[in-house]
């Protein structure tokens, strides 16, 4: 069967005709070369039906990869390892809040501004020399999932409540109100979000400076994206409060407190090293 006139089922439920120019952007992404990802799209290719999830040739890749160099399985492994940061959010939250740091900010989570009319929780308070942003997080758990106009008209409406009182105590710097989420948002929240003076960041929103891009440029992937480590294991490293894989890199005594033995500790920090580019 021709791979072309394939159909793929994606998260959404939507049915779409399957792309090889797809699977070697993703691939390339992860640093994989010409030689292992045309491996890849052959032993893929083989194993194609109408129908087949792209969950499904997402697994197939990534076990193949993952044979090859585990530091690129765990990069093309971005995505879903972000969406195992759960399952309350926190970690996605502290997670956020790393990015922005990179980005030269001062950061703060989970801190209670005054509005004018009640107070309010934010996920994340970031501030430089001009500007400070009331970041709200979105986290979704499962792929498919779209941050729809809800999201943006809730948080803008209690953006407004803190910018309210904030302008009337003449606050020096302006401020700013951003959503971010792991995943997509709609095209009604797109326009939502740009109408109202939003900024939105989402996996693949805006074009350029994603969440996607902003991980591969900084380099600070989440202990989720590891492969040498279990379920389990990065459960516990995340309920310790570590969420970046750099921070394990001198942490040898924290990965022993999650009961990873001795012969394999090396094993994941050679992953992290290769991972983060140390």
């Not at 970041?135 to 498919?144: A, F, L, M």
């Not at 979000?193 to 960041?201: D, E, F, P, T």
């Not at 996996?203 to 991980?215: A, F, Q, R």
Request: proline residues 3%; glycine residues 6%.
């Amino acid at each position: 069967m021709n791979p072309k006139s394939i159909n793929v089922t994606k998260a959404s439920g939507m049915s779409d005709v399957y792309s090889v120019e797809k699977l070697r952007r993703s691939l390339a992404k992860s640093g994989a070369g010409k030689q292992a990802i045309d491996h890849i799209v052959d032993v893929v290719e083989t194993k194609l039906y109408n129908g087949i999830s792209t969950k499904k040739i997402y697994q197939q890749a990534f076990d193949l990869l993952k044979q090859a160099s585990r530091s690129q399985a765990g990069r093309y492994n971005l995505k879903k390892a972000i969406m195992a940061l759960g399952p309350s959010g926190y970690p996605f939250e502290q997670y956020i809040a790393a990015i922005f740091e990179w980005q030269g900010y001062g950061v703060k989570v989970k801190q209670f501004l005054e509005g004018v009319c009640v107070n309010h929780e934010i996920d994340v308070l970031a501030e430089n020399s001009q500007h400070v942003l009331l970041i709200e997080c979105k986290y979704h758990n499962r792929q498919g999932n779209v941050s729809d106009v809800k999201v943006p008209l809730y948080i803008h409406s209690r953006f407004r409540d803190v910018q309210g009182l904030w302008i009337k105590n003449l606050q020096a710097k302006p401020l700013e109100g951003w959503v971010v989420t792991n995943t997509k948002f709609s095209v009604d929240a797109i326009k939502y979000g740009n109408c109202a003076g939003l900024h939105l960041l989402g996996w693949n929103y805006p074009e350029h400076k994603n969440l996607s891009s902003l991980v591969d440029e900084s380099g600070l992937y989440p202990v989720t994206c590891l492969t040498t480590l279990t379920n389990k294991e990065k459960e516990q490293i995340l309920e310790a409060g570590v969420v970046l894989c750099k921070d394990l890199e001198k942490n040898e005594a924290l990965l022993r407190q999650s009961a990873i033995s001795q012969t394999r500790i090396p094993k994941v920090i050679a992953e992290v090293k290769g991972l983060c580019n140390f």
